[in-house]
């Protein structure tokens, strides 16, 4: 278990996951998670921006309304860009970041597992990298649309509480959202030693608030423009560390 409920700890792994993404016995499997992650982010920022302003000016067309209400809406327009922008940037986030993981999974799998040997000097499995990939590709791909249906189902009511219940709700999603994270990042490590996801629940929840701070460093880091394209290898190294440091004794 971790030796601290702590999030300022959980925080930590993934600064400490940095260095590791060029190390020797590394670096190759970072290499295909990152380039999938730049190409699906890239694509998110350039077609949600490319038509966000278009959509904006329709929306906020005031031909044809009377004149005070064309008034209070030229008024409140700069204020109604910045919400509908961050709205657009929370969309684009979650809904990109699982896409990339979805592509990505059997890849962060494999980095998961280069990461442990790397830790530990104990090889998980026999076969080949390559040969162990395309065996469990069916079941991993299968996992990660198990995991998007949980998400799915319990983000509705907290997208609700997000756009509808001013200063919690935003509280709320962000909280959410980060275990979210936690739960996808830690399922590589933990998936590789064949953990089933609700095994992996139970195992972070009893740790919850160290989860967020893992969770919501990685959702933090992802919103940072250019930093995003190496989150998603970085917390895989990190949920690995987490998993040896934390976890494999139980």
């Known amino acids: 278990m971790a030796t601290s409920n702590n999030p300022v700890t959980g925080f930590g792994y993934l600064l400490r996951a940095l260095p590791l993404l060029t190390r020797k016995g590394i670096k190759a499997f970072v290499i295909i998670p990152l380039i999938i992650n730049i190409v699906i982010f890239s694509i998110g920022v350039y077609f949600g921006f490319h038509y966000f302003g278009e959509y904006m000016d329709r929306f906020l067309d005031t031909s044809g309304m009377w004149s005070w209400v064309a008034a209070i809406v030229e008024f409140i327009k700069p204020l109604l860009y910045i919400v509908f922008g961050m709205a657009l940037l929370?969309?684009?986030?979650y809904s990109f970041s699982i896409l990339a993981n979805i592509i990505a999974s059997p890849f962060n799998g494999l980095l998961a597992e280069a990461t442990e040997q790397y830790l530990t000097?104990?090889?998980?499995?026999e076969d080949s990298s390559f040969k162990k990939m395309?065996?469990?590709?069916?079941?991993?791909?299968?996992?990660?649309v198990r995991k998007l249906i949980y998400m799915i189902l319990w983000s509705i009511p907290f997208l609700i509480m997000l756009f509808f219940i001013p200063v919690i709700g935003p509280i709320i999603w962000f909280l959410f959202t980060a275990w979210m994270m936690?739960?996808?990042?830690?399922?590589?490590p933990m998936g590789n030693h064949?953990?089933?996801?609700?095994?992996?629940?139970?195992?972070?929840?009893?740790?919850?608030l160290f989860s967020l701070g893992f969770g919501g460093a990685t959702m933090g880091?992802?919103?940072i423009p250019f930093v995003n394209f190496i989150v998603m290898p970085a917390a895989v190294i990190a949920a690995t560390i987490i998993w040896v440091e934390q976890y494999s004794n139980e």
């Open 182 to 188: 936690s739960l996808q990042y830690m399922d590589y």
């Open 121 to 125: 000097g104990k090889t998980l499995d």
């Open 90 to 93: 929370v969309l684009i986030f």
């Open 194 to 208: 064949k953990i089933t996801f609700s095994e992996q629940r139970s195992l972070q929840g009893k740790n919850r």
């Open 134 to 144: 395309m065996k469990e590709l069916i079941p991993t791909l299968m996992m990660e």
């Open 221 to 223: 880091a992802s919103m």
